[in-house]
């Protein structure tokens, strides 16, 4: 080594090494410079100009710690108090490597953005990989994307991110803990080195023995941030496994955490609890109700079931029949025809079902003609306008008329159907609000339209919030719903980030599959700045799916008595990885009559029970654990 | 955003915006303004309209001024067409003319040589100031602005004032084709004061990682030990082929970590010059003969009018720049202390 240096006063050292001269800091950290060419080209006389180019580069300069530059340029984040203190205190004290432990509801999620465009708008981080259970994919997605501006790839299904080259070249990626580690990638995924690593739900990690942790384990990775409200579910053991992840070594080895903190006999009963404690504020936020006294009033959900009857009943009979006699029989296809776009440019649905719904059965035996079947996203998308309105369901049915001629004598009676159960009931809610203002829901255009016609010819003074809007027209809107309109129509991602908790009624003319997105609806008045105790209606027509999922949510798991966020924990303890409303979409398909179908849903409601217990018992043992105070 | 960062990125942009033919109608950093833009500009911007709406605060829409969003991206877009490099000349600078000789006395040490003052002769000498914006990239960031100043005669690092601050600057036309040749030299000393500058920084980053090493040695070194006392069950005898598999594993899993963390730790320094100053300036060139043992040279030292002091020699070896000097037999070239020590043993 020639240490040509000659005054160490930097503890400095240069190497020679083939071509270049890396320097080394005292402890042998290699310093490489990369080297950027000087200026070229035509000089000036006018200091003004040089001067612009040394502002602009002073202005890099700003962004110290005090001022976190994630914050600003975001669109409809409601960033709280506590999570700005979050992100400073990762930032300064936890060098990029914490476990996000906030109690349900307090935005962990928010938190691992906030820090993830911190570390990317500073450069800290530049390759970035996610992992989240399958059935919060497209949640993450869609909350990247629309509240930070960040886009980040899914890996396709097709085998094109079964190689080393999809995650070396691709600098963000979103992907299922379940597709990550699957044989045929886990070695890729672990080979590419990342910057940031996510991992939400991470108690998914907490065995030492599972595929999760060890992959998570082999990932390079400069960074980490695992997320979990429960990190601890069983068994001390398993906090030991996560934060083991994070830094190995700090909690010692096994064995010495065991017989200093696991009570013999009860391992879900810490010994020296204040050391432990000490030890896990070192690598562990945890941000309680209690400490950040976010306790929101109480909300209190209605099914309004609508009777169909005369041409209504008889439309949903022929479609009934029609889907049935027309879905794919075999893995899933994607959609041949345009769909009716959803209201915010409709919702994708489309994951693989892997095995044929009826394995008995020819796998012809379903198609009665040489027509296509519909394919998955097809077929979702008219169940879901199906659910939603007539006026929909006409329109999706519009888009695949002109393969399938058989579809044309349903639109037509869709067209006719002037007026619904659903209306009808809609109005009575209306009549029956005494004037508190009201926030309705609808997924798709055309019912939005339908619903601006109805509210029209009742004489309801109302506003539209949706994506077909514009900025000015949307702040319009809102402040007219403040002051003066009893009313305001919203479409899927309506007034998301904005203020509107001067309502307390909402009405959901339709509903999604999702219960995320169920929850972010009702969350855009149950929130901070509540006062009063939140009223939610569903409106549903009788023996839909919707009135399925309904039952499902309300009846057996009580979803809108829940605090906000603790569904997802439920469904991130669905045993199966596929999102919800694939599941939904995958009874339907494997069902043949609604009797199969009911079975059906009452198996998956069990299962829904099982994961909310779970997450209860979880709950409670790591409030005992952690205490209200923990920071 | 504090209210002075506000006011920085207001000016800032408001002045950018215009140099490149823009009309700005934007009154105050916390308020919202118009702005006219010239087609390639709009397109620099990525903009589809010409005439949009600009303000600090992201959320009205149009051109978003912060240190956020995209600004420093479009902004450094829009410098691409902005010229870097700066020719200027200085006039009616004072040239001291009396007394050089004991001037020279005062202002070098002669180590090993005795030099005669010859004679003193105006000149004019171009200074060469780079600025380098410098930053190190590790598990942390650090970075900082740098400016370093060479007599492009001499080569030799001077420290003369911000040039552009100086209000005797006139333009002159320079033809431009290449990068002088005093870039090397003063992205070496940059570099060397990059590292100087990042000292707190740098052992910050030895500090975690020596502790990280630490642990994770700890660690791995209790695992080998756990894994030797480990007793089979039902009191067999332990399997040493076994022992000694867990120990290669352990001792593996040990490295790869320890890799993982120099990874993490491994620095990436980038020295990026933004813009070159090339002033012309008068000055007086002094020549002094030396005299080493039976060798003589004459050298060449340079008063430097804007800081009104003899400029230092610069080391023929290290290129450092000294006002006590040593000669090298033969040669007679000049070397710092250091250098002269190191020949010499």
């Known amino acids: 080594m020639i240490t040509r240096l000659a005054e160490p006063a930097f503890g400095v050292s240069e190497r020679q090494t083939g071509g270049e001269t890396p320097f080394r800091t005292a402890a042998g950290i290699p310093i490489t410079f990369r080297d950027v060419p000087p200026p070229e080209g035509l000089s000036t006389g006018e200091p003004g ?28 984040v409601e960033h709280l108090p506590h999570q700005i203190e979050t992100v400073r205190k990762v930032l300064r004290r936890f060098r990029g490597r914490v476990l996000l432990a906030d109690e349900v509801g307090l935005g962990k999620t928010i938190e691992a953005c906030l820090l993830l465009r911190e570390y990317l708008l500073r450069g800290l981080a530049r390759r970035v990989l996610i992992l989240v259970p399958t059935p919060l994919v497209s949640q993450w997605r869609e909350e990247l994307a629309s509240k ?38 886990a070695q890729w995924v672990t080979e590419a080195p990342w910057d940031l690593v996510i991992v939400d739900e991470a108690h998914h990690c907490k065995n030492r023995a599972t595929q999760n942790w060890r992959l998570v384990n082999a990932l390079k990775r400069r960074h980490l941030f695992l997320l979990s409200a429960t990190p601890v579910q069983n068994n ?24 200093q903190y696991v009570r013999r006999g009860n391992p879900r009963d810490p010994r020296n609890r204040e050391r432990l404690r000490s030890l896990l504020g070192e690598v562990m936020v945890r941000n309680t109700r209690g400490l950040v006294q976010m306790d929101l009033p109480a909300r209190y959900a209605q099914t309004i079931l609508a009777e ?29 025809h345009p769909t009716e776009p959803a209201a ?7 994951s693989v079902v892997e095995a044929h719904p009826y394995p008995d059965e020819p796998r ?113 809107a809102v402040a007219a719903f403040r002051d003066r309109l009893p009313l305001m129509l919203c479409s899927e991602s309506g007034g998301e980030g904005r203020n509107l908790q001067f309502a307390n009624t909402l009405v959901n003319f339709d509903l999604p599959w999702n219960p995320m997105r169920i929850e972010q609806r009702v969350g855009r008045i149950h929130r901070i700045g509540q006062t009063r105790d939140v009223f939610i209606f569903n409106l549903c027509t009788a023996g839909s799916l919707e009135a399925r999922i309904l039952d499902l949510l309300d009846e057996k798991i009580r979803m809108f008595e829940l605090v906000v966020g603790e569904v997802g924990s439920i469904l991130g303890n669905l045993q199966g990885g596929e999102e919800f409303e694939s599941l939904v979409l995958d009874l339907w398909l494997r069902s043949r009559d609604e009797g199969d179908l009911g079975q059906s849903f009452d198996s998956l409601g069990q299962s829904l029970l099982d994961a909310q217990e779970q997450y209860l018992r979880t709950k409670q043992f790591d409030e005992a654990l952690f205490g209200e105070e923990f920071q | 955003m504090t209210v002075a960062v506000q006011e920085q990125l207001h000016a800032f942009a408001t002045t950018l915006l215009e140099r490149r033919g823009a009309l700005v109608e934007w009154p105050a950093a916390d308020q919202a303004g118009t702005a006219v833009l010239p087609p390639e500009v709009a397109d620099a911007i990525g903009s589809d309209a010409d005439i949009v709406p600009v303000a600090c605060d992201a959320a009205g829409g149009g051109l978003s001024v912060n240190l956020a969003g995209d600004f420093l991206e479009w902004a450094g877009r829009l410098l691409d067409g902005v010229p870097r490099v700066g020719a200027f000349r200085l006039r009616n600078l004072y040239l001291k003319r009396k007394e050089l000789d004991e001037g020279i006395g005062r202002a070098f040490t002669w180590l090993n040589a005795k030099v005669n003052f010859r004679e003193a002769r105006e000149t004019t000498v171009e200074y060469h100031t780079w600025w380098f914006h410098a930053s190190l990239r590790s598990e942390d960031r650090w970075e900082t602005c740098l400016r370093v100043s060479l007599n492009a005669a001499s080569g030799v690092e001077v420290e003369i004032p911000d040039p552009l601050g100086l209000w005797e600057l006139e333009p002159r036309a320079v033809s431009y084709s290449r990068p002088p040749s005093s870039y090397p ?97 008068p000055a007086l060139a002094v020549d002094l003969s030396v005299f080493r043992k039976r060798a003589q040279k004459t050298h ?34 000049p070397l710092c202390r250091r250098c002269s020590a190191a020949g010499s043993r």
Request: proline fraction near 4%; charged fraction near 35%.
């Open chain 1, 308 to 336: 169909p009857e005369g041409e209504e009943a008889a439309l949903y009979a022929s479609l009934d029949r029609y889907l049935r006699e027309r879905r794919a029989p075999l893995e899933r296809i994607g959609g041949v």
């Open chain 2, 185 to 281: 030299r003063a992205a070496e000393r940059a570099r060397r004061r990059l590292l100087g500058s990042a000292a707190s920084f740098l052992d910050r980053m030895d500090t975690r990682l020596q502790r990280d090493r630490k642990r994770l040695r700890e660690y791995y070194r209790a695992l080998l030990r756990e894994s030797e006392k480990k007793k089979p069950r039902g009191g067999a005898q332990p399997d040493p082929e076994k022992i000694e598999a867990a120990k290669r594993a352990v001792d593996l899993e040990l490295r790869r970590k320890l890799a993982e963390l120099d990874e993490r730790y491994a620095i990436e320094a980038t020295l990026r010059p933004v813009v070159l100053v090339r002033a012309e300036t």
């Open chain 1, 236 to 259: 001390l053991l398993e906090l030991y496994n996560l934060l083991t992840l994070l830094e190995p070594g700090h909690l010692k080895t096994e064995t010495d955490f065991k017989r």
């Open chain 1, 49 to 76: 100009l040089l001067r612009l180019h040394l502002e602009y580069w002073q202005l890099h300069l700003l962004r110290d710690f005090d001022q976190l530059l994630c914050l600003e340029g975001l669109t409809g």
């Open chain 1, 148 to 185: 930070f501006h960040l886009e980040f790839k899914t890996p396709p299904r097709d085998g094109k991110a079964d190689c080393l080259e999809y995650w070396q070249t691709t600098d963000r990626v979103l992907v299922s803990l379940a597709f990550a580690k699957s044989r045929k990638r």
């Open chain 1, 344 to 350: 915010d440019d409709g919702e994708e649905l489309g």
């Open chain 1, 364 to 476: 012809d035996a379903l198609r009665a003609d040489d027509r296509p079947p519909l394919g998955r996203r097809q077929l979702s998308t008219l169940l879901l306008a199906a659910g939603s309105h007539a006026g929909a369901l006409a329109q999706s049915l519009e888009n695949i008329a002109g393969d399938d001629p058989a579809a044309r004598p349903l639109i037509d009676q869709a067209r006719r159907l002037d007026r619904t159960a659903k209306d009808e009931r809609f109005l009575r809610l209306l009549r029956q609000s005494r004037g508190e203002k009201m926030l309705v829901f609808a997924t798709f255009r055309r019912t939005l339209e339908h619903l601006q016609r109805l509210l029209t010819e009742q004489g309801v003074p109302f506003a539209t919030y949706s994506g077909a809007e514009s900025e000015i027209e949307k702040d319009a």
């Open chain 2, 300 to 333: 060449t030292v340079y008063w430097n009018p804007l800081v009104k002091q003899f400029e230092p020699l610069g080391c023929v070896r290290c290129g450092e720049g000294t006002f006590a000097v040593a000669f090298a037999n033969e040669t007679v070239e």
